[in-house]
């Protein structure tokens, strides 16, 4: 596994990362869900965080390639600890894609200067898959707007400076789409509930965020009113590489790991499980679903690069790695016998983990829906299929 590709520089950072600074910590934050504050001022320290950013905001600027072969690596030692050190570029994207510059200078910048965390509140509790029906409210005022409703599951919601908020707009008492506000933590009417306990992603806290009667400045408008629809496809296109980059990264530790297993467990005095016609055709089917959905998240991260249209691929990418992440935990579970799911083993954990990536960013069967999408319009079109 180790030589099928070369890293990059930056993937052999986050890999060094992830073996010397993150895996030590795993299983305390894993079985203490909590967030693990060392593993991120090491992070910092080392300029990991926020890496992905423009360099004029306090990133590296480095490319959506190289930010997802990191998260890949980073998830071998632990997902949701990755996903606790990344997510401030998924969080921040309507500002970067629509924010002005002030909004860029006081909500992404100043922010990252102090190592500032910005957390994401599109799920309700009556709508998750379906954003479109949105329930929470701005309301214009003389003085700004008035945010009113419940998000549920916010990933870094209890560390978080700064929410960006999916509202629907009311202007003269007219309702005027939806629209992204970034909402101060520390705003009158903002209260943080308690962490949501998980299967998986355990030292990722979700709680979930209440708006009372919160009075916004305009400053905190993120856009147009009304551009909060297109802002939401292009960020959940985003995210959904990050799931895909976690989702290979899980299954690349999960086979390099099975492969040490399969030699060295011997089931019968001179019969080590590698030499079993069952354990070769699934490790070796388990490759090949890697190889095709890394190909698949290349191809997203690549027209990232050049800035073209990505969301048909980050979809696909994120579907293919996801699924593949739940069954192969689950096929390699079955290979380790009770060490499977006895938790010294660290395989149950991927397993866990694995189970949260078919359903957030818009779970497995929403990735579908729109890829059917995609597939009618291309058959439809000069090409066909
Ligand atoms: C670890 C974790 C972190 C998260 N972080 C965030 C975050 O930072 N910010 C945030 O806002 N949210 C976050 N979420 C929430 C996540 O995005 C939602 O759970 C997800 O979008 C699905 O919504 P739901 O859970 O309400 O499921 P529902 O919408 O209630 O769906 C229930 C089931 O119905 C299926 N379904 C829905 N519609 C259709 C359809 N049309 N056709 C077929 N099947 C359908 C779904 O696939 C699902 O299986 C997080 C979730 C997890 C687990």
């Not at 070369?6 to 600074?21: H, K, L, N």
Request: net charge neutral; charged share 25%; proline share 4%.
């Amino acid at each position: 596994m180790e030589d099928s590709r070369s890293r990059s520089q930056w993937g052999t950072i986050c890999r060094t990362f992830a073996d010397e600074v993150m895996a030590p910590h795993v299983r305390r934050h894993d079985e203490e869900r909590s967030f693990p504050r060392q593993v991120h001022e090491r992070a910092a320290a080392e300029g990991l965080l926020n890496a992905r950013f423009p360099v004029e905001l306090g990133g590296r600027g480095i490319s959506c390639a190289d930010f997802a072969e990191g998260i890949a690596e980073l998830s071998g030692a632990c997902p949701a600890m990755t996903w606790t050190l990344v997510f401030n570029f998924g969080a921040l994207h309507p500002v970067l894609a629509a924010g002005t510059p002030e909004q860029k200078d006081v909500f992404v910048r100043r922010l990252l200067s102090r190592n500032g965390y910005a957390a994401l509140g599109l799920t309700e509790p009556e709508n998750g898959s379906n954003l479109l029906a949105t329930r929470t409210r701005a309301v214009q005022t003389e003085s700004g707007w008035l945010l009113n409703g419940v998000k549920c599951m916010s990933g870094n919601g209890t560390v978080a400076d700064v929410f960006l908020v999916l509202a629907n707009t009311v202007v003269n008492s007219r309702s005027s789409g939806l629209s992204f506000f970034a909402v101060p933590r520390e705003s009158p009417g903002v209260d943080v509930g308690p962490d949501v306990e998980k299967a998986g992603f355990r030292c990722l806290p979700t709680p979930t965020i209440t708006f009372r009667d919160v009075a916004l400045e305009p400053v905190t408008l993120v856009g147009r009113v009304g551009d909060g629809e297109a802002l939401l496809t292009e960020l959940l296109a985003t995210i959904r590489i990050g799931g895909a980059a976690c989702g290979t990264g899980i299954v690349t530790a999960l086979l390099r790991d099975a492969l040490v297993w399969v030699r060295e467990r011997r089931l019968y005095p001179d019969d080590r499980m590698d030499t079993l016609s069952h354990v070769q055709l699934t490790l070796g089917r388990l490759y090949v679903e890697l190889c095709a959905a890394r190909r698949l998240l290349d191809a997203a991260t690549n027209r990232v690069d050049q800035g073209l249209s990505f969301s048909r691929e980050s979809t696909m990418a994120k579907y293919a790695a996801t699924e593949l992440a739940v069954r192969a935990s689950n096929e390699i579970l079955q290979l380790h016998g009770w060490r499977g799911i006895a938790t010294d083993y660290g395989v149950e954990k991927r397993w866990r983990d694995s189970r949260v990536l078919t359903i957030f960013e818009g779970s497995s069967e929403i990735q579908l829906r729109q890829v059917f999408r995609e597939m009618r319009r291309a058959a439809a079109g000069a090409d066909g299929l």
